[in-house]
């Protein structure tokens, strides 16, 4: 049987792009349907009736188009049951929500998810101004031009939603950054393994970032040169916060209060470790020492590498102390060898 990937995210999260680059970095048989583009084409298709364009699709009466949602589904299905012992990886690509003249309504039915049994689940997230860009560069993005915090909500509902349907399901659901890479996908299939990588951003300089940059590279090495693929390892880094001066204070405020939101209650909730790194001369980060509390308080195997030679006793509310990269690196390949083992879904 093949291995069954449902990857969500609204429209300019990336979804797309993650899928395609999916497909391009294995050797296995990969099957893919992107459910709104069928629907799409479906659309289009009537013989005795003008096509719909994307523009126009989600006007129309909802049962017509849970009609030409159903059908969408239908046909995905139906090829995925049909060649099923030839493939090694199918991968869904579809909404969990449509939001509309200022309407979100459900664009799943949750027969069809039974019928596809998925064994992961994958949400994709995107800074919002990105988002905005992405959809402007579309008629029906135009016609809705979607505010900033309108877009954070919309993907806040997009998780919660794919997330009841992974709890219902009894499967795995993760949140991702839309930059990815997508080759995280075969080790969250076979392994609850996963790395939330914390270091100090906000007043990082780029002296300091570059030094994050080399033990991250360092860190994705070590799972490379145990199983093949790099160590699954979500940055945070990879969204990067909204500034300028045309967002305006309550965006802002959303901005905020959903970025603490993220790294909290997706990231850090989804990940069985934490590594923390603070590059020699850098002081302790608020935002890196709550992630740590927190991590460390809901189960997670925290480390912190910190070379400063006095330390706060709360520091010690992680796993393990480092006082240099040299440590962490000779103790980490062993540890994770049997992490990975601990944590094998087989």
């Not at 049909?82 to 929500?97: C, P």
């Not at 093949?228 to 160590?231: F, I, Q």
């Not at 390892?233 to 909204?242: F, G, K, N, S, W």
């Given at each position: ?25 294995t ?13 799409l ?20 009466h ?14 995905a299905i139906?090829?995925?049951e ?17 939001f ?8 799943y ?6 019928q ?25 993005g135009?016609?809705?031009n ?35 890479d ?19 951003m ?10 994050i ?14 199983t093949?693929?790099?160590?699954p ?10 500034t ?28 069985s470790?934490q ?6 001369g ?9 992630e740590?509390?927190?991590g ?36 980490y390949?062993e ?7 601990r944590?094998?879904?087989?």
């Open positions: 049987m093949s291995k069954r990937i449902i990857v969500t995210g609204i429209p300019g999260s990336g979804t797309s792009d993650f899928s395609y680059k999916y497909l391009g970095i050797d296995f048989n990969i099957d893919s349907f992107n459910i709104a583009e069928i629907l084409k479906l659309a289009q298709e009537s013989p005795k009736k003008p096509p719909i364009f994307a523009e126009n699709l989600l006007n129309m909802p049962e017509l188009l849970d009609s030409l949602r159903d059908r969408a589904f239908d046909m139906s090829e995925i049909k060649y099923q012992e030839d493939k090694d990886r199918v991968l869904i690509d579809m909404h969990a929500q449509f509309w003249n200022d309407v979100l309504t459900n664009a039915d949750w027969r069809y998810l039974s596809i049994d998925p064994d992961l689940f994958i949400t994709l997230i995107e800074k919002p101004s990105t988002i905005r860009d992405r959809q402007l560069q579309t008629e029906q135009r016609l809705q979607h505010g900033l915090r309108d877009l954070l909500l919309w993907q806040n509902m997009e998780v919660n939603v794919t997330s009841g349907w992974a709890s219902n399901l009894g499967k795995p659901h993760y949140v991702l950054p839309g930059q990815q997508p080759e995280i996908i075969e080790s969250l299939l076979h392994n609850a393994f996963l790395v939330y990588f914390q270091m100090p906000t007043d990082a300089s780029s002296e300091a970032d570059n030094m940059t080399e033990f991250k590279n360092r860190l994705l090495t070590i799972g490379r040169d145990l093949g693929l790099s160590t390892l979500i940055d945070p880094r990879t969204i990067d916060i909204e300028g001066g045309d967002v305006s204070k309550r965006e802002e405020t959303a901005i905020r209060t959903q970025t603490v939101h993220r790294d909290m209650n997706w990231y850090i909730a989804q990940a470790d590594v923390a790194y603070y590059p020699p850098t002081t302790l980060s608020k935002g890196v020492s709550d740590t509390t927190r460390f308080e809901t189960g997670k195997n925290t480390f912190v590498i910190y070379s400063n030679a006095h330390t706060s006793p709360f520091m010690d509310m992680c796993t393990k102390v480092f006082t240099s990269e040299e440590e962490f690196f000779n103790f390949p540890y994770m060898q049997q992490r990975l083992e944590l094998s879904r087989h």
